[in-house]
């Protein structure tokens, strides 16, 4: 079975400032990764996907990331944080089920707060 | 709007009592997913529908859980004789047919109370 590894449950960065997000997964074969991000009392929202080709993914809102195969890898950044940034961000991996499904097992999360 | 609708938001219910709630998907994914999300953490597989069909099930966390998509639109999950340790966020996703790794999308959720 697959797994992620959110290092971090809680990340606090300045306005400005570099946001690092970190995680790992396990898997057996080559992973489809993703990002989601969580405003309170809302559903989930994509940030951005690796599935094939390219490994630094670009997102919405100047978020991006970078798949490392050798270090099973999968760290979300964001190089100036802006105070809408601040919500739950989680890390999935995408595996099969019987009739190929596509269902998500996820991180648990790290919360982004975000200082004036 | 188009997106993942999930109703109601919110529901309080005593413990033992049984609870529906319903989720309609965007026009024309056929895949559909039900998630849990307790405080703290990420959301947790529960169980997916291709149109119709409940194809895998295994995930649902007790015999008390079940859920229906009739006619391969809209989705149902029930919780009978409800427990405190199932009040969580219940979050549907749905996700286009075409290629294996599209995104899900998920709507905003149910928030249950079990008091």
């Known amino acids: 079975a697959q797994s992620v590894t959110q290092l971090g449950s809680h990340v606090s960065v300045s306005e400005g400032a570099l946001v690092l997000l970190r995680c790992n997964y396990s898997?057996?074969?080559?992973?489809?990764l993703f990002w989601y991000v969580q405003y309170p009392n809302q559903g989930l929202q994509l940030l951005l996907k690796?599935?094939?080709?390219?490994?630094l993914v670009k997102g919405i809102n100047g978020f991006e990331a970078e798949f490392k195969k050798s270090e099973t890898s999968f760290h979300l950044t964001k190089p100036s944080a802006h105070m809408s940034d601040a919500a739950e961000y989680f890390c999935?991996?995408?595996?099969?089920?019987?009739?190929?499904?596509?269902?998500?097992?996820f991180g648990s999360g790290t919360q982004l707060t975000v200082l004036p | 709007d188009t997106g993942v609708s999930q109703d109601p938001r919110h529901k309080i219910t005593k413990r033992g009592q049984n609870v529906t709630f319903r989720c309609d998907p965007i026009?024309?994914?056929?895949?559909l997913y039900w998630y849990r999300q307790t405080l703290g953490q990420g959301p947790e597989f529960l169980t997916y529908?291709?149109?119709?069909?409940?194809?895998?099930k295994s995930r649902l966390l007790s015999d008390r859980f079940s859920a229906e998509r009739p006619k391969g639109s809209f989705s149902t999950l029930e919780i009978q004789r409800t427990e405190q340790g199932d009040s969580a966020m219940y979050l549907c996703?749905?996700?286009?047919?075409?290629?294996?790794?599209?995104?899900?999308?998920f709507g905003q959720g149910t928030r249950l109370t079990v008091v």
């Open positions: 529908f291709q149109n119709e069909a409940q194809l895998e």
């Open positions: 690796y599935t094939t080709g390219a490994t």
């Open positions: 996703a749905s996700s286009p047919p075409q290629t294996m790794n599209t995104e899900a999308f």
């Open positions: 026009s024309e994914h056929n895949r």
């Open positions: 898997s057996s074969v080559p992973p489809y």
């Open positions: 999935a991996v995408s595996e099969y089920s019987s009739g190929s499904a596509r269902q998500l097992t």
